[in-house]
């Protein structure tokens, strides 16, 4: 008998528990569906609730985590802002209380990143085009300096430096900078983040293309801000045509800037590249060369070049193409048993 009494205790007490624990998933389920709603992915600005991408994922499950532990949801706000930027803020009201109760927080003396503009389209292309380009501005528009932490882009189609002043940073991929880079914007300076779009890469396809490049920084209230670059593209022609933003003929190496055909120039063990190099007479060519493992050198007597390439930072010689042919390009540093079949071509047509 008493062992009959104490299991319906045991039973009703766990059906009371059991109506308990159903209670605060749905009340947990409630108060996550409208944190979700008032938050947004910060790639691609849908609403949390309606976001699948792997950023939106991420932020989802610290929130769960946060949920998981009973933390009220303004706290939550609070965090996402915090770890994730204000940008992940959809809901208006929010953002701006969120936004002065970070301000005051740090102060007034903190840096304020802003590109300029955020979004650029190119428009319709074509594929035979290569390379384009968009330069954006960014300014420190805060009281201190401004420490830009990396830059990485969103697809291996895209590349992007930062300049400041007379410094300028290699051209990041999807891998993003080292751990150890970083460039300072002074407050009230002006860098100039150049962004390249190779429409003849393989992951380029006809149709609407959408592209983003990611700057973290110290900004407190915007760690982490971004760029988008957007073209319509078509397959390629046999007429190439200039792009307003800067261009690279199919057949020529580098890009187009400002009148200036650019080739970021790469050494290795033996190789150079591009090469051969293929420019137009009369045109002013500009290296960017770097080393990818010793240091080597690329020497052209006939314009006068001889160049050292570091492996720690960039060099750059400029030269006018000024007479047409092929000439030899020669490693001008010795760089092991091979250093004397390191040879390349220069075309000038």
Known sequence: ?????????????????????????????????????????????????????????????????LLE?????????????????????????????????????????RPQIILEPAAFNFGQVDKAQGKVTKVFKLYNKGTASLLIKNIKASCTCT???????????????????????????????????????????????????????????????????????????KESSSAPQEQKAGTVESSLSGRLENGVRVIELKASKFKFEPDPIVVKKGEKIRFVAKSTDVTHGIAIPEF????????????????????TGEFRTNCSVFCGMGHGKMKGKLIVK
């Open 159 to 233: 590349t992007a430096s930062l300049a400041v002043g007379n410094s300028k940073s290699p051209y990041f991929d999807t891998k993003g900078a080292p751990s150890e880079w970083q460039m300072e914007v002074k407050p009230n300076e002006t860098a100039d983040l150049e962004v390249i779009l190779d429409l003849a890469h393989k992951s380029v396809k006809a149709g609407d293309l959408i592209r983003e490049v990611m700057i973290a920084s110290n900004d407190p209230l915007y760690p982490e801000v971004s760029v988008k670059v957007e073209a319509k593209v």
């Open 69 to 109: 532990t009973e933390v009220p949801k303004e706290a939550i706000y609070y965090k996402v802002a915090k770890k994730f930027s204000l940008r992940s803020i959809l809901d208006p009201q929010l953002k701006e209380t969120l936004e002065k109760k970070l301000t005051a927080e740090v102060g007034e003396t």
């Open 1 to 65: 008998m008493g062992g009959s009494v104490m299991k319906k205790v045991s039973l009703f007490f766990l059906a009371v528990m059991l109506t308990a624990q159903s209670a605060w998933a749905q009340n947990n389920d409630a108060i996550k569906a409208e944190i979700y709603s008032k938050l947004r992915d910060r790639r691609c600005n849908m609403a949390l609730s309606e976001c699948q991408c792997p950023d939106a994922k991420e932020m989802k499950a610290y929130i769960d985590a």
């Open 304 to 323: 006068k070049v001889n160049l050292v390439m570091p492996t720690d930072k960039e060099a750059v010689v400029e030269f006018i193409a000024d007479k």
